[in-house]
């Protein structure tokens, strides 16, 4: 069963191809992901190796947590899953846009008489 292991503190330079070479010295990958911006393209300095074994995933662990990748140390952990997260942006259900507040005050647009 593979394994997906977190890898952070990655050179910006650092490419997935660096990540699959790399990462082959401790057993079979079957997949090495860099995560990117979306707006800009660049690397956001964390990706993601899947290993093809337990045990070929700890070993990448013990070779490579700490060590020096393209002139970073970078993190080597097991991955975990995607905690949900709030959505970010665009309308809110609660927006009030003027009229009363819960104080009595009136809010909203100034009188211009």
């Given amino acids: ?66 060590k020096e990748l393209d002139g970073r140390n970078v993190t080597v952990n097991e991955a975990r899953p995607m905690e949900p997260r709030p959505r970010q942006g665009g309308f809110q259900r609660d927006y009030r846009g003027g009229g009363r507040d819960d104080r009595g005050f009136g809010g909203g647009r100034r009188k211009s008489w």
């Fill in 1 to 66: 069963m593979a394994k997906k292991l977190f890898v952070g503190g990655l050179s910006f330079e650092t490419t997935e191809n660096t990540l699959k070479e790399t990462f082959s010295k401790a057993g079979t990958v079957e997949s090495a992901t860099i995560i990117v911006d979306k707006v800009s393209g660049r690397s956001k300095g964390f990706g993601f190796v899947e290993m093809s074994s337990d045990e070929e995933a700890q070993k990448a662990i013990e070779m490579f947590n700490g």
